[in-house]
C-alpha cells in the first residue's frame, strides 16, 4: 500500500531534485500509453513492487527472531519511504544522481543489496548481540538452508535478468552470467574453507553451509554488473566474492562476536 500510495512516484517519477521523485505517479494512475523503458508502466510498478518487499525483508531478517513483529513492520514501512526511495530514485530513476554521474547497477546492488546490508548492520547494533548462544548445527537447519538457497537462486535469475527489460542480449548474458557467478563462488568459497581445514574432512552438515553460503555471495555480486561484464568476468567476480565473504564469515564476523 505506501507503493500504491506515494512509493513508486517518490521512485520513478519526474522531478527537479536528484535525490527524490516528485509526486506525479502517486496512486499508480497509469493509462495506456504510459511507458517506462519500453514496457507498460504497469508492469514495470509490479517488477519494481518485488525489489521494495525483498529489501526491506533483508534488513529485518537481521533482528527478526529478537523484535516485535508490529514495530518492525511499522519500522520497514518507513525505511522504504526515507531510505529505499530516495536511493531507488538517485540509481534509477529520471533524473537521479548517480544515474546522472554514469553509475551502472543493472538489478540492485546499490539499491537493494548495499542499501539492506548497511541498514541491517545498524539495526543489529541498535538492537544488540543475542542474550543465547548460538546453536551446533543440525540436519534440519541444513536441509532448511539448502531449500532457501535454492529458492533464492531461482528467484535471483529471475531479478537480474527481468532487470533488463527486454528478451535480448542483454538479458540471456544476464541470465548467464548470474549463474556463473554464483556457482564459481560457492566453489572457490567451498574449496577455501576445505583447505583452512588443513587436511581434516569437513562434515557433511558444514559443506552444507559453506557451499550456499558461497552460492548467495555470488548472486549478490552478480546482481549490479551481470549484463555489463562478460561470462569470464562474471566467473572472476564469483571467486573473488567467495573468498572475501568467506573471510568476512569467518575472521571479522567472528572476530567482533567475541567482542560481545
Not at 519526474?14 to 523503458?37: K, R
Not at 545498524?122 to 534440519?140: T, Y
Not at 552444507?208 to 549490479?224: D, E, R
Request: charged letters at 10%.
Amino acid at each position: 500500500m505506501i507503493w500504491w500510495l506515494a512509493g513508486y512516484s517518490m521512485c520513478f517519477s519526474q522531478s527537479t531534485s536528484p535525490f527524490l521523485g516528485g509526486t506525479d505517479l502517486a496512486l499508480l494512475d497509469f493509462g495506456a500509453e504510459d511507458v517506462f523503458n519500453g514496457i507498460p508502466e504497469g508492469a514495470w510498478c509490479a517488477f519494481q513492487l518485488t525489489f521494495a518487499i525483498i529489501t526491506p525483508a533483508v534488513v529485518t531478517g537481521a533482528v527478526a527472531e529478537r523484535a516485535r513483529l508490529w514495530p518492525l513492520m511499522l519500522f520497514a514501512n518507513l525505511w522504504v519511504l526515507v531510505v529505499y526511495c530516495p536511493i531507488c530514485h538517485m540509481v534509477w530513476g529520471p533524473g537521479g544522481l548517480l544515474l546522472g554521474w554514469g553509475v551502472l547497477d543493472l538489478a540492485g546492488g546499490l539499491v537493494v543489496e548495499t542499501c539492506s546490508g548497511i541498514s541491517a548492520l545498524v539495526l543489529c547494533a541498535v538492537v544488540g548481540p543475542r542474550s543465547q548462544d548460538r546453536d551446533d548445527a543440525d540436519p534440519v537447519r541444513a536441509v532448511l538452508h539448502i531449500v532457501g538457497a535454492a529458492l533464492l537462486w531461482i528467484g535471483w535469475l529471475a531479478f537480474n535478468a527481468g532487470s533488463a527489460m527486454a528478451n535480448g542480449f542483454q538479458a540471456s548474458t544476464t541470465l548467464l552470467n548470474t549463474q556463473l557467478s554464483s556457482a564459481a563462488a560457492a566453489l572457490s568459497w567451498f574449496a577455501l574453507a576445505s583447505l583452512a581445514r588443513f587436511g581434516e574432512a569437513m562434515p557433511h552438515l558444514h559443506a552444507a553451509f559453506h557451499l550456499m553460503g558461497g552460492a548467495v555471495s555470488g548472486l549478490v555480486a552478480a546482481t549490479p554488473s551481470s549484463g555489463f561484464v562478460s561470462p569470464s568476468g562474471a566467473v572472476a567476480i564469483g571467486v573473488g566474492a567467495g573468498v572475501i565473504c568467506l573471510f568476512a564469515d569467518q575472521v571479522i564476523m567472528e572476530s567482533l562476536l567475541k567482542r560481545c
